[in-house]
């Protein structure tokens, strides 16, 4: 998805047209410029959302298996150390929900400054282009 542009093919493209106007070409490259930052904005609120959907996965089969293991130490039939077992199951569960918690804000945290970059780059670059048009 992303579009990488070399500064030589960018003076190729202003210097070698066939109509030899170079605004035109200018322009051009600038839409790609900022097509390509819309797409890497869609992008990442994409990876926030199913980021979010993942955490909410997650929590939900790890609150399944709590469930199961506590219906497990209601059966009568277990042995102390077996019971035992089950109970540090269910610390562990815990432990890593609260990883999952602490990680997914951590991830959620990054996206979003990377997205506020990408904003920010935009709304710039489509003010000078404006400032640009204005003049030509």
């Known amino acids: 998805m992303d579009q990488e542009f070399n500064s030589s093919e960018v003076t190729k493209e202003l210097y070698v047209t066939e109509s030899g106007d170079a605004t035109l070409n200018f322009r051009h490259f600038q839409d790609l410029k900022l097509d390509s930052l819309k797409e890497q904005i869609a992008d990442i609120e994409l990876m926030i959302q199913t980021r979010h959907m993942l955490h909410d996965e997650l929590l939900r089969d790890m609150e399944k298996s709590k469930l199961g293991i506590a219906n497990q130490l209601q059966d009568g039939t277990l042995t102390p150390e077996d019971k035992t ?39 710039d670059r489509t003010m000078r282009m404006e400032a640009l048009d204005s003049f030509i």
Do not use: M, P
């Open 85 to 123: 077992k089950l109970r540090v199951a269910i610390i562990e569960i815990d432990q890593k929900k609260a990883g999952e918690k602490l990680q997914a804000f951590h991830d959620i945290s990054e996206l979003k400054k990377d997205l506020r970059e990408h904003q920010r780059e935009l709304r």
